[in-house]
């Protein structure tokens, strides 16, 4: 990156921002997935407490009472399992037949109790490795279970893969970061945070689709200055005549900020009822107002404004309809223009030269720390060659003024980095 920065193939001012899944190495039926999982740690969990009431002593009765909260752990388990060993231990040799079929019984309870409390160690250890997910394979267990676009029986059959995010100037990559949640707006704000521990500093603009547009977004990026071009839901269908001709939208509803209340198509005022709070997957309050109509019954265009029984109630985020004012302005003046048409070819394309022309839709190795340095590699020899395609073409910014070869091209580029190498630190030039 010290490399093109210095020739100035990319500025690191903009940063044109999209993701792609990548398939796992690890195989497609490894997948534990968290309903299961819960599910059967339930069934587990009444399976111990059933099989503590069949057994007679007293330890067991006092640690499986139904009028205690029991917690039971693999630890108190096992616990329990030794404690009830050691009780039929002290017990005296069992000599008539009835003796002995009971102490077969109970050594048959103390084992299914210690074979039940290694399956709640596996369920525990199955739900510490999925955190927040809903799922991970077995011989991948960074890898999460999502539906690719590649799927070749077309019945949206899920595999274990990364959701790879990558900033894009001039189709160069310029920052990676892989993730385990399949959905995109979840990863802006890690990602932008993953350029700032690699270049010490946040880019000055950004570009994305609306897969991340978000009030916690949009907000985050205004609190570091940080230019937003990201697109929103329903950015493109604001821009229809339908939309704009909808009088029963909430967007298109008249709106009294001295008063405080909404104006239905028909004219009667909805007033403000109260707030609401929602809290997203990373935790970030969001807040709305309701409003509501005072009397809905008898008018003539309620089968058009809605269907639900009483009168109409609606929900107005302020802060995000605040944020989606200023993205709109932006997206659609002119320098909004030139990025949403770079946008589609700078990460778009350099997805298409990866997964197509390169074949890079799998990874080759096993866990997150590897698979990092997997795409690492890649991202460092993808940008090299591009570099020497662009000096072969003689189309760089007045370093290369003449048509050379791809490899003449290439011992040009190499000489020049550790040039680089040398002014920086004098003990890399060995």
Known sequence: MLLLAGKGYVSLDVEYIDGTKIESKANKYTFVWRKSVEKNRDKLLDKIRIL??????????????ENQSVA??????????????????????????????????????????EKHGDKLAEYDQHLQTLGDRNSYSK???????????????????????????????????????????????????????????RYNRLPGKAVADSGYGSEENYR???????????????????????????????????????????????????????????????????????????RCEGCPLRTGCFKAKGNRSIEVNRRLVEYKRKAREKLISDEGLEHRSKRPIEPEAVFGQMKYNMAYRRFRHFGLDKVTMDFAFFAIAFNIKKMCAKAAKGISKGFYNRKITLKTAFYEVI????????????????
């Open 52 to 65: 503590l009431e069949q057994i007679d002593e007293t330890i067991a009765q006092d640690k499986a009472a």
């Open 220 to 294: 985050f990026m205004e609190e570091h200055d940080i230019e937003s071009f990201v697109k929103y839901n329903w950015f493109h269908k604001e821009q229809k005549r339908s939309f704009k001709n909808n009088p029963f939208l909430v967007d298109n509803l008249y709106y009294n900020a001295k008063d405080d209340y909404y104006v239905c198509p028909m004219g009667q005022h909805m007033t403000f009822v109260g707030k609401t709070h929602g809290r997203t997957a990373s935790g970030y309050i969001t807040e709305s107002h309701r409003y509501r109509a005072a």
């Open 72 to 113: 039971f752990t693999p630890a108190a388990i096992s616990d329990l399992a030794r404690e009830l060993k050691e009780a039929l231990a002290e017990q005296p040799a069992a000599r008539t037949r009835e003796e002995k079929k009971a102490r077969r019984a109970r050594e048959k309870e103390i084992k299914e109790l």
């Open 139 to 197: 011989s991948d267990p960074s890898a999460t279970f999502m539906r690719m676009k590649e799927d070749a029986m077309n019945n949206g059959q899920t595999k274990p893969g990364y959701n790879l995010q990558i900033g894009t100037e001039n189709q160069f990559i310029t920052d990676f970061s892989l993730f385990p949640n399949p959905t995109d707006t979840l990863t802006l704000i890690p990602f932008l945070s993953s350029f700032s521990g």
């Open 415 to 430: 000489s020049d980095q550790n040039r680089i190498e040398r002014k920086i630190n004098p003990k890399w030039a060995a």
